[in-house]
């Protein structure tokens, strides 16, 4: 997926040299906006919110986000408290969880605390 150093590109920019399946979701992200999304994974039971890149510097790019707040989303203290609310209501989530090297207080993370990821989906929908 594209990454923020393609913020403000148009959808025609960011496909180029995109695979097919790539270019499709592309095209439906930008024709359905997210107003919340979550997506399941294997792996450890964890609650992740944005952002899931380390240094993004995105106010470089838009006047959406403030110079100095690349570690945390405009809706950071949101997202914080909808992952609380979703992990307190799962069966173990919650708990303190200790998966191999991660852990994980109350079962959520923010994406680039846990391992960062540069073009994810989770920060393209953003």
């Known amino acids: 997926f594209p990454t923020w150093k393609d913020l403000g590109k148009t959808a025609e920019e960011l496909k180029l040299g995109r695979e097919v399946e790539v270019k499709s979701m592309i095209d439906w992200i ?3 906006p997210f107003v919340l999304s979550i997506s399941f994974h294997e792996g ?3 609650m992740n919110y ?3 890149d380390e240094n993004v510097r995105p106010w470089t790019k838009s006047s959406l986000f ?3 707040e690349d570690d945390t989303t405009p809706d950071y203290e949101m997202f914080k408290e909808l992952s609380l609310l979703y992990a307190k209501h799962h069966h173990t989530m919650h708990k303190e969880c200790v998966c191999g090297d991660d852990h994980f207080h109350y079962g959520i993370t923010k994406g680039s605390d846990w391992y ?3 073009g994810g989906m989770q ?3 953003y």
Do not use: A, T
Request: glycine share 6%; net charge negative.
């Open 30 to 32: 930008k024709r359905n």
């Open 44 to 46: 450890s039971l964890v």
């Open 50 to 52: 944005p952002w899931d």
């Open 66 to 68: 403030l110079e100095g």
């Open 116 to 118: 960062s990821i540069s």
């Open 123 to 125: 920060d393209f929908n």
